[in-house]
């Protein structure tokens, strides 16, 4: 049985706390697209952690976890993120790396802060982990996957001749240093002793363990807002978002994924630039930020405060819709409970029409929101384990979601930790 669960908005929605969680009865976790761009935050038995190209149920013994072709794999950064779990007391987990997945070079990262450089204030927000140039390099088919580290004659031949190309542009485009053939060389080969143990061929492996009836979770990065083809483009990320995309990122068939778990929030939240229409600011913004998540809405990878909004159902049940979605988790409820009336986001008002469907980029930009205000709780619900137990504008609040999203929500998540869970 496959499960994926994904973002419906612009990411940071707490997938990782519900994959963590959801690891429990796993046997496999898959990281199928995205890089170390991004972060989970997760709590557990061993602390607090920021994992970015881990999937989030490297904490369990009895897990594999495993990063899929579709991620950009930035090795030394992988190995560094398993160090640093391991010195805080977590077991070392079982990690599998698809022998397709493609490498983030030095200079993928190199080249990304050089083009936000060029850009300035027109620049995209990247988090400069190199994932624009990455992909860009997969597609245009000078990436290098893992299983070429493996023919050290091809593969000196094939960095002499990217090198070639990718010096022309630091040369004259970005007046940078160039990139030295045989120093890359080694990089790759001491990228190859690090590696190599974890090697697999992940479609074979995943093959057999769907025969076999295991478990498996996929696990998104970001959101369905983010999608290169659904999202807000070209403020988006460059690997796809959304479920589907599970298949591919992972090496699985598509009809495999049998259940789509799309985690919602329950107000909104942004890092980077892009489109944002329930966005809010000022003293409003800024208290909902210091008291949203876990300590406060700042990006997992960066640190960079986020851009806060209210829960808006046009672009969630859009998200909702492009996901897949068979179900809905919707997190950081407990956030809320100190509003008196909770402004929801049901359409969107364009040149004078209102409308409930989420628009391209170009009329988004035009798009005001239009509010209805629900009656807040004003009280903690942190520690409540049954829905019937939730105040009732609570659950109104939820069932109005719920409404609004045409799909049920079937968790509802009420803190941070793993067992902060209500089930309906
Ligand atoms: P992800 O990338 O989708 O996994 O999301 P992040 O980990 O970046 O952001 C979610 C943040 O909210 C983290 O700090 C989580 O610990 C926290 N979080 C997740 N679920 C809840 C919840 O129900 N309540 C509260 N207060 N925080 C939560």
Not at 232 to 246: D, E, F, K, Q, R
Not at 251 to 257: D, K, M, N, V
């Amino acid at each position: 049985m496959v499960k994926a669960i994904v973002g419906a908005c612009w990411g940071d929605e707490g997938k990782g706390k519900i994959t963590d969680m959801l690891g429990q009865e796993a046997d496999i976790i898959v990281r199928f697209q995205g890089g170390s761009n991004a972060g989970h935050t997760i709590i557990n038995e061993y602390g607090k952690f920021a994992l970015h190209l881990l999937p989030s149920g490297v904490f369990y013994k009895h897990t594999t976890s495993i990063i899929g072709n579709g991620v950009a794999l930035n090795i030394p950064y992988l190995f560094k993120e398993i160090k640093s779990l391991v010195d805080r007391g977590v077991p070392m987990p079982n990690i599998k790396v698809s022998d397709r997945a493609q490498i983030m070079m030095p200079y993928h990262i190199l080249f990304d802060q050089y083009e936000e450089e060029r850009l300035g204030g027109k620049s995209f927000g990247s988090t400069k982990s190199g994932i624009a140039p990455f992909y860009s390099d997969k597609y245009a088919k000078i990436g290098f996957q893992v299983s070429e580290l493996f023919d050290e004659e091809l593969l000196k031949d094939k960095i002499a001749r990217v090198c070639e190309m990718k010096n022309v542009i630091l040369e004259h485009l970005y007046h940078k240093p160039a990139i030295d053939p045989n120093e890359l060389f080694n990089t790759l080969m001491e990228y190859k002793r690090v590696v190599e143990p974890y090697v697999c061929d992940v479609s074979a492996y995943l093959y057999d363990a769907i025969k076999a009836g295991k478990n498996i979770l996929l696990e998104g990065q970001l959101g369905a807002l983010k999608d290169p083809d659904f999202g807000i483009y070209p403020m988006v990320t460059s690997s796809s978002t959304l479920a589907a995309y599970g298949a591919i990122g992972a090496g699985i068939p598509a009809a495999e994924i049998k259940d789509v778990i799309a985690v919602v929030k329950a107000y909104s939240s942004a890092v980077g630039a892009g489109e944002f229409v329930s966005e809010i600011f000022g003293e409003e913004a800024d208290e909902l930020r210091r008291r949203g998540g876990d300590g406060g809405e700042y990006g997992a990878t960066t640190g960079r405060p986020r851009r806060m909004g209210w829960v808006d159902m046009v672009a969630s049940r859009y998200g909702c819709r492009m996901q897949g979605a068979t179900e809905v988790a919707l997190t950081v409820l407990d956030v809320l409970g100190y509003l008196d009336v909770i402004p929801v986001c049901i359409g969107y008002e364009i040149n004078g029409e209102v409308t409930k469907d989420f628009p391209t980029t170009v009329k988004l930009a035009k798009a005001k929101p239009v509010y209805v205000e629900l009656p807040g709780w004003k009280q903690e619900i942190r520690g409540i384990r049954e829905y019937k137990d939730l105040p009732e504008n609570c659950r109104k609040y939820i069932e109005f979601i719920e409404k609004e999203l045409e799909v049920p929500i079937t968790m509802v998540s009420n803190g941070p930790g793993r067992d902060e869970i209500i089930r309906r």
